[in-house]
């Protein structure tokens, strides 16, 4: 039984381990072109598993900030994902040890998650572990290949592919906001706010990790105060 639902769980995670190693090529190769060796890269990805979160923290590494500011960056950038281990701890199956809950936060990511949450009823550990047997190492792995390509293709190719994660984020806001007008008005404030810190005298001297803690937490709370989403009360 758990044999079928690790296998269930690798399945389910292929279209993600395809995705991953898209990403996670171009982060490799950042990496590397930034400084760091093809083994800090690759231990990285294998050791946090968070897009955003690594990217934001490779440029913080990048700029030598301080450790205060690597925190803190990625506790608001990943503090998502300590609510969907919450969530998907209470969907796992209760006759499992509880310990499982651990192994499971650690590779719980926004695709692992999702399809977690869509299978029916009580969901065994061993499913997310499948999930994560495809999943982590096309993370790892797609910044070993980037890593490696780093050090010897050209440089107006690796500019090239640099582009990728730029148009990979435009493919994950643009569709939503579209259909969602608040999230629309949240990206431009967020654009807008990034923009001021970039340009204006004063502003463009704090360090990218503080800007990215200040731009969150301030659109975040300006968005949930000016349009709240209303829960929806059924009989």
Same mark, same amino acid.
């Given at each position: 039984m758990r044999l079928k639902y690790f296998k269930k769980g690798m399945k389910d995670g292929i279209p993600i381990l395809l995705g991953y190693f898209a990403v996670s090529f171009t982060f490799g190769m950042m990496a590397v072109q930034g400084g760091l060796s093809v083994f800090q890269s690759v231990s990285i990805s294998f050791l946090n598993l968070t897009s955003?979160?690594?990217?934001?923290?490779?440029?913080?590494?990048?700029?030598? =900030?301080?450790?205060?500011? @690597? %925190?803190?960056?990625?506790? &608001?950038?990943?503090? #998502?994902? @300590? !609510? $969907?281990?919450?969530?998907?701890?209470?969907?796992?199956?209760k006759k499992y040890a509880w310990w499982h809950r651990f192994g499971v936060a650690f590779g719980m990511t926004d695709e692992i998650f999702a399809i977690t949450m869509m299978q029916n009823g009580a969901v065994p550990p061993y499913y997310v572990y499948g %999930? @994560?047997?495809?999943?982590?190492?096309?993370?790892?792995?797609?910044? !070993? %290949? =980037? %890593?490696?390509?780093?050090?010897?293709?050209?440089? $107006?190719?690796? /500019?090239?592919?640099?582009?990728?994660?730029? =148009? @990979?984020?435009?493919?994950?806001?643009?569709?939503?906001? #579209?259909?969602?007008?608040?999230?629309?008005?949240?990206?431009? =404030?967020?654009m807008a706010l990034s /923009?001021?810190?970039?340009?204006?005298?004063?502003?463009? #001297?704090? /360090?990218?990790?503080?800007?990215?803690?200040? &731009?969150?937490?301030?659109?975040?709370?300006?968005?949930?105060?000016? #349009?709240?989403?209303?829960e929806e009360r059924h009989e």
């Amino acid at each position: 039984m758990r044999l079928k639902y690790f296998k269930k769980g690798m399945k389910d995670g292929i279209p993600i381990l395809l995705g991953y190693f898209a990403v996670s090529f171009t982060f490799g190769m950042m990496a590397v072109q930034g400084g760091l060796s093809v083994f800090q890269s690759v231990s990285i990805s294998f050791l946090n598993l968070t897009s955003a979160g690594q990217f934001a923290g490779l440029d913080i590494i990048l700029a030598a =900030g301080s450790l205060w500011e @690597m %925190a803190l960056t990625q506790l &608001v950038i990943n503090l #998502r994902y @300590m !609510l $969907m281990s919450f969530s998907v701890g209470q969907k796992l199956d209760k006759k499992y040890a509880w310990w499982h809950r651990f192994g499971v936060a650690f590779g719980m990511t926004d695709e692992i998650f999702a399809i977690t949450m869509m299978q029916n009823g009580a969901v065994p550990p061993y499913y997310v572990y499948g %999930a @994560m047997a495809v999943a982590v190492p096309g993370w790892t792995l797609g910044t !070993l %290949a =980037g %890593a490696l390509a780093g050090q010897v293709l050209p440089d $107006m190719i690796i /500019s090239a592919l640099g582009i990728a994660i730029y =148009g @990979m984020f435009l493919a994950i806001i643009i569709p939503p906001a #579209r259909k969602n007008s608040t999230l629309a008005w949240v990206i431009l =404030g967020a654009m807008a706010l990034s /923009s001021a810190f970039k340009y204006i005298p004063g502003l463009n #001297r704090v /360090s990218s990790g503080f800007v990215i803690i200040i &731009v969150t937490v301030v659109v975040a709370a300006v968005a949930a105060a000016v #349009r709240p989403i209303r829960e929806e009360r059924h009989e």
